[in-house]
């Protein structure tokens, strides 16, 4: 049965609506704590907020935003304030009250407790991790090709076929916990701008059908995984996710991003080549969308065009806060 609020948002029940887009509504509580009480809801219908798929759930707290800023504007409040209680109406909501100058809402009442039950909750809570792989992690797999990872290939990275072990004990952790492998290929047409000798930076390499292009021999290419075929219209494709015109800088998805939200995907860990360059892109455009990201260290290999240019990667993707394996 459809929850009050999804009647509410249909408009099977009457309210008084502030605001929507195509993810989220907004109408004010005909119970107020304070006038100008206003419900935020979620289009989709899951029980609490963390509940919801990524998408819906970087939709709600934009629409958060904008809804306290017209509540504030409108009130003249001080303040707004956000509680997400969840125990009154099984449909993710966050509750937004104005508050005037001086006023107060009762806030649970606080405990004193020991400096040393903290540090034990302090422990626990930072052991609770993910375990590392699960049904909503992707393992995105980076342009093992030949042209890489082949010390005759075109674009060889130094050490690239030292990762292929690790790669492969990655590829079967992650298929043992339900997670999906993503494959990315580099797939350039024979002539585009980001060839050196079409006006870019790189030797020719991993030209769509060509040799140089397919996975490398001993890479365990998993069935149902996911492939991505990146630059395949004659765009720089460093990232998974984007790939950029390099004359006229236009960038277009390449749909992985899609993919991983239909799969209901919202961390990603990541492997292969080069760190410098279609790892780091990968790494920063995940964390853009919103997904959780790692890296895991010995899977990956850096072209170090300028020496340390993988380190310094490594380093600009942690402050990024991708996590470090
Ligand atoms: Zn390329």
């Known amino acids: 049965m459809p929850s009050i609020f999804t009647r509410i948002i249909r408009g099977e029940i009457p309210s008084h609506r502030v605001y929507e887009d195509e993810h989220t509504c907004a109408f004010l509580d005909i119970n107020p704590a304070r006038p100008g009480h206003t419900l935020v809801v979620p289009r989709q219908e899951a029980p609490g907020i963390f509940d919801l798929d990524p998408g819906a759930y970087a939709a709600l707290w934009r629409a958060v935003r904008r809804v306290a800023d017209r509540l504030e504007r409108a009130t003249g409040c001080e303040r707004v304030v956000v509680i997400v209680y969840g125990a009154d109406v099984p449909h993710a909501h966050v509750h ?6 001086g006023g107060h809402l009762p806030f649970p009442q606080p405990r004193p407790t020991p400096p040393e039950d903290l540090a034990a909750m302090v422990d626990r809570i930072r052991a609770a991790t993910r375990p590392a792989y699960d049904t909503r992690t992707a393992l995105v797999v980076v342009d093992v090709q030949q ?14 076929e030292e990762i292929i072990v690790p790669v492969n004990a990655e590829i079967a952790r992650a298929r043992e916990a339900g997670a999906t492998v993503v494959y990315t290929q580099d797939w350039h047409p024979a002539t585009t701008p980001h060839f050196a000798r079409d006006g870019g930076t790189w030797p020719v390499h991993c030209v769509g059908g060509a040799p140089g292009a397919e996975f ?12 991505i075929r990146k630059g395949t219209g004659g765009e720089d494709g460093y990232s998974a996710f984007s790939v950029r015109h390099p004359e006229d800088g236009e960038v277009s998805s390449t749909g992985l991003d899609d993919a991983l939200l239909e799969r209901d995907i919202d961390r990603v860990v990541l492997a292969g080549l080069a760190t410098d360059y ?16 790692a890296v895991v260290t010995a899977a ?3 072209v170090d065009l300028q020496p340390g240019d993988g380190e310094r990667a490594l380093h600009t993707l942690a402050e990024h806060g991708v996590e470090m394996r």
């Open 147 to 160: 042209d890489f990872a082949d010390p005759a290939g075109s674009l060889y990275v130094k050490g690239a």
């Open 300 to 302: 990956v290999r850096a």
């Open 96 to 101: 937004l009250i104005p508050l005037e100058a």
């Open 278 to 293: 279609c790892v780091k892109e990968t790494g920063l455009d995940a964390v853009r969308l919103g997904y959780e990201a």
């Open 216 to 227: 490398h021999p001993a890479l365990h290419v998993a069935d149902g995984g996911l492939f």
